[in-house]
């Protein structure tokens, strides 16, 4: 894996800082951020895709990202997509 630092919420301080990366080697966007409230969590369960089992699986989560880090998810997006592209 080959994580590139993309950008860190610029109001969370220097601890818990939602924050974003690309692995360049597989195209993913990584992303630390908080966990989401446990009514968030039961609403995108109840909310979950047509067909999907309404269960948030072993394995997985929610988060929340600040709607500020738009910009930095866009570059992480931008990043993802041009490493995809070379593979």
Request: charged content about 25%; some cysteine.
């Amino acid at each position: 894996m080959s994580l590139r630092f993309i950008g860190v919420d610029p109001e969370s301080g220097q601890t818990g800082s939602p924050t974003a990366w690309v692995d360049e080697n597989a195209g993913d966007i990584v992303l630390q951020s908080y966990i989401a409230d446990e009514t968030t969590r039961t609403e995108c369960v109840e909310n979950n895709a047509p067909g999907h089992t309404k269960v948030i699986p072993a394995g997985e989560t929610v988060i929340r990202v600040p709607a500020h880090m738009i910009p930095i998810l866009r570059e992480a997006c931008d990043a993802a997509e041009r490493a995809a592209a070379v593979r």
